[in-house]
């Protein structure tokens, strides 16, 4: 009596993804009674994250290049982690999010992506976009490299915000390239939503083209340092 004790567990989920896990409440018993009772279950989210594994190769070349999505390429559900290696995107893909940790992905002229979440791109990972559509409902977070040239995209469009969310945010701390000073920082509001686009760090596009298809009113907070069109 007057003693204390920790005590820990853990718990080894299934190798199945997505799925969730509930565990617990623990229960602690004494010779006589329940001793304790945990106040809560727990819960556990098993949600893998899609990581390319090959060397210098193409996006879909082999599903052996990547772990974790599921013995296939990355699709719209996927979580996506570009970590040492230089990938080329060739075609049109949706995936969940991006984060650029150690590497490079490269995408063309005829490509376009979108990312329905957010996109990072950390001190190690570059982003090349030539003339590449490249779209997102989610933040823009850069501490790396981002290059674009707008290239045979004659709507000059560097990295489009889509509808998906009322508030949105650029951050650089990193280094971008406006190849040509062509590219452009999009940000269309075409859903009944009052959104703010909130830029911060360095600006180096050709101009912010801002849209607001229903009239529900937005605001541009930051360091726009370039035009804006409305």
Do not use: H
Not at 190 to 215: H, K, M, Q, R, Y
């Amino acid at each position: 009596k007057g003693d204390t004790l920790t005590i820990m567990y853990e718990y080894n989920a299934p190798d199945i993804s997505p799925m969730f896990y509930s565990l617990g409440p623990v229960e602690l018993n004494s010779a006589e009674s329940l001793a304790y009772t945990e106040a809560r279950l727990w819960g556990i989210a098993n949600d893998t994250v899609c990581t390319w594994i090959g060397g210098t190769g193409t996006w879909d070349a082999s599903s052996a290049n990547w772990s974790g999505c599921g013995g296939s390429v990355p699709d719209s559900t996927d979580d996506v982690v570009i970590n040492g290696a230089v990938v080329a995107s060739s075609g049109s893909k949706s995936i969940a999010s991006l984060s650029i940790s150690n590497g490079t992905l490269t995408m063309g002229s005829s490509d376009s992506l979108t990312v329905a979440g957010n996109v990072t791109i950390s001190t190690a990972g570059t982003l090349n976009t030539t003339g590449a559509l490249f779209s997102l409902s989610g933040d823009f977070t850069n501490i790396g490299t981002y290059t674009c040239s707008n290239a045979s995209n004659s709507g000059g469009i560097g990295i489009r915000f889509l509808t998906g969310q009322s508030n949105y945010s650029f951050f650089n701390s990193g280094t971008i390239t406006n190849a040509d000073n062509k590219c452009q920082l999009v940000y269309t509001n075409s859903s009944a939503l009052a959104g703010t686009l909130s830029i911060t760090g360095n600006f180096s596009f050709g101009s912010l083209l801002v849209s607001d298809v229903n009239n529900d009113g937005f605001n541009i907070v930051g360091d726009k340092g370039k035009e804006v069109i409305i």
